[in-house]
Nanobody, 133 residues
Framework: QLQLVESGGGLVQPGGSLRLSCDAI????????IAWFRQAPGKEREGVSC?????????SNYPDSVKGRFTISRYAKNTVYLQMNSLKPEDTGVYYC?????????????????????????WGQGALVTVSS
């Protein structure tokens, strides 16, 4: 069974940093484009970062709301990180990683900036991030 597991969420003060991890169980993340999404209470899910598979030279993309503050990266074959700096209260939400195992999206921008990941098949259970003083 293919699974994704997020970890690293928690409570942080405004201006602080957190690093989320997305670990794959049962498959190799290197082969697939990966995205991070978040959902705040009462709001729609939104993409916050995505990275191409290893063949795509690690191309990444971010929406303007997090550009310059969030960084997505790969580690080994089964882990993708989301480094979040200069966190703001509006970054609060449940963060999910997802894998494009069906290779639906032709660009990473299409996967996480221009869509809400509707066609991504494998999702983690989510990690809660709370930014508050």
């Amino acid at each position: 069974q293919l699974q994704l597991v997020e970890s690293g969420g928690g409570l942080v003060q405004p201006g602080g940093s957190l690093r989320l991890s997305c670990d794959a169980i049962g498959f190799n993340l290197d082969y697939y484009a990966i995205a991070w999404f978040r959902q705040a209470p009462g709001k729609e899910r939104e993409g916050v970062s995505c990275i191409s598979n290893s063949d795509g030279s690690g191309t990444s993309n971010y929406p303007d709301s997090v550009k310059g503050r969030f960084t997505i990266s790969r580690y080994a074959k089964n882990t993708v990180y989301l480094q979040m700096n200069s966190l703001k209260p509006e970054d609060t939400g449940v963060y999910y990683c997802a894998a494009d195992v069906a290779r639906v999206y032709t660009t990473v921008r299409a996967m996480c900036v221009a869509s809400k990941g509707e066609y991504l098949e494998i999702w983690g259970q989510g990690a809660l991030v709370t930014v508050s003083s």
